[in-house]
């Protein structure tokens, strides 16, 4: 059983990129971030298109921002859109949807930015991570939460942890708020596997950020101990960030029970460019 999660920053001006990679990557099911779609648009756009791949849709979505989904080609039952008691800002968001696919409960999730430390968005974040925890606390063992978590779990999950100094996603609160969550007895997946590994998910689109290989690890996979112990490949596949109109972030893939292409990873293919020189690089809005 293939698991793939994606943030595709628009999953309209994502179908050119999106449907050939389900065609070439053949998962079997996926968890999209940021589809940036209502419910009924996302279904008029891609229904038949995933209906003869032979993928079920759980969708949870908004006009303009936000937005989750669930595509799987091995059941969809028990869908939930949203998360009960969940905080808003001020109103709920479409930022979380759920359903048990062969027996795994499967959570796509898209964790508020944070936008600045100590700011109300920020309090927010942590306040909707609380939630998500109360959420998969009841049944962490066979739960997998995939997708943007916006969060870089360590220091060596970004390029130069000096270049976030005072930035969110790097601050002692979001990574505790992700460490609760883990607490549940939930596994980082790629980072078991490729513990020492320079391994990024996503790259901002300005200053060359992804042919420097500047990037973050912000899209995890977290699964309980019955689901993490059939994992037998964890990668991120890079080469979705490639080319022509990508979103910014490349998809995560764990494979269970099976790997097709072999224990592949942690980044295929791999960057050609050395890690930067500690100081050496800052970010493009600083």
Known sequence: MRIATWNVNSVKQ???RLLPWLDERQPDVVCLQETKLADDRFVELLHDDLAERGFAVAVHGEAQWNGVAILSRVGLDDVVAGMPGAPGFPHP????VSATCAGIRVVSVYVPNGRAPGSEHYRYKLAWLA??????????????????INIAPA????????????????TAP???????????????VVRDRWPDRRVFTYWDYRAGMFHQDLGMRIDLVLAGATVADRVRAAWVDRQARKGSGP???????VDLDQAPDGDVGPVVPPPSRPAARRGSKRLPQA
Do not use: K, N, Y
């Not at 968001?93 to 979380?96: D, K, L, V, Y």
């Not at 979103?247 to 893939?253: C, G, K, M, Q």
């Open 14 to 16: 994502r179908v050119p």
């Open 93 to 96: 968001e479409a930022r979380a």
């Open 131 to 148: 939630s998500l925890r109360d959420m998969v606390a009841a049944g962490a063992e066979t739960t997998v939460v995939c997708g943007d």
């Open 155 to 170: 220091d060596a999950d970004v390029f130069d942890p000096d270049a976030f100094a005072g930035q969110t996603h790097v």
């Open 174 to 188: 979001e990574r505790a708020a992700l460490a609760e969550l883990q607490s549940l007895g939930l596994r980082d």
């Open 247 to 253: 979103s910014d972030h490349a998809p995560v893939i």
